[in-house]
């Protein structure tokens, strides 16, 4: 089954170069080894009615899951849920399951550090705990904010914090499984074909022959650096039905790909 799942990744830091974007690069990896189809990633700014803005735009699209990052910690900055309360048209209450959970969090990082564990239940830890209504509450292994579950008309969200650490635990620990599910027998597969001595202008009407002959085939190509030589990447991928026997096909489509470059004039490296 095809599994098409979208990333909205949350944060002024991210749009104006502050902060490295490597939660989409994880997810976009993780993702696809689980035999999901990442579809998209989009950023947005730390503001309600882009954040609700984004989550319907996706929902319309209907992928089987939604997943974003960031702003769900304490601060005035952290608006995911407020962002997610809006497009879903709910309001924002208090859950008494998320609550349990940044309490017992914040008293195990006290503990851990040698702080008094007598835990006051401050606004911003309250904070963390308002949740849109009828949404349900994910755990969060490593950290205090606890992640959130919905549904957005066709597609299940899922809410996770941009701490990486944070947000990979959580991924794995309660959303890989659902993916893995969902994709039942479809596995991925990757190759690449290291060139020398061809330029991509007469590399590609090769590709196309290829992906033409080998219709589940993806080829990419990528420069790298070289020292005045058209030294190149093609990297090959398919995601299909393990029945299907997709990883012959990639090795058949690398095979063709390779035989037609030699020809040409390239090295295969």
Known sequence: ??????????????????????????????????????????????????????????????????????????????????????????????????????????????????????????????????????????????GTAPAVKADVKESILFALPGVPSEMEAIFEESIAPLIRKAAGENIFCETSLFLENIFESKLAPLIDKVMKDNPEVYVKSHPLKSEGKAHLELHLTITAIKKSNPCAKLQKAAKELAELITSNGGIIK
């Open 1 to 142: 089954m095809k599994v098409t799942i979208e990333v909205i990744c949350i944060g002024n830091e991210l749009l104006i170069g502050k902060i490295e974007n490597t939660n989409s690069g994880w997810l976009a990896k993780h993702i696809t080894q689980l035999g999901g189809i990442l579809t998209r990633i989009t950023v947005v700014q730390d503001a309600i009615q882009e954040i609700a803005a984004s989550i319907n735009e996706s929902a319309e699209r209907k992928p089987q899951f939604i997943i974003t990052t960031g702003g769900l910690g304490p601060t005035f900055d952290d608006k995911t849920l407020q962002g997610l309360a809006f497009a879903l048209n709910r309001k924002l209450e208090i859950n008494p399951e998320a609550l349990t959970l940044v309490k017992k969090r914040s008293i195990e990082y006290a503990k851990k550090r040698g702080y008094t564990t007598e835990i006051d239940l401050t606004p911003p830890r309250v904070k963390m705990a308002t949740l849109p209504e009828k949404t349900a509450v994910v755990n969060n292994p490593v």
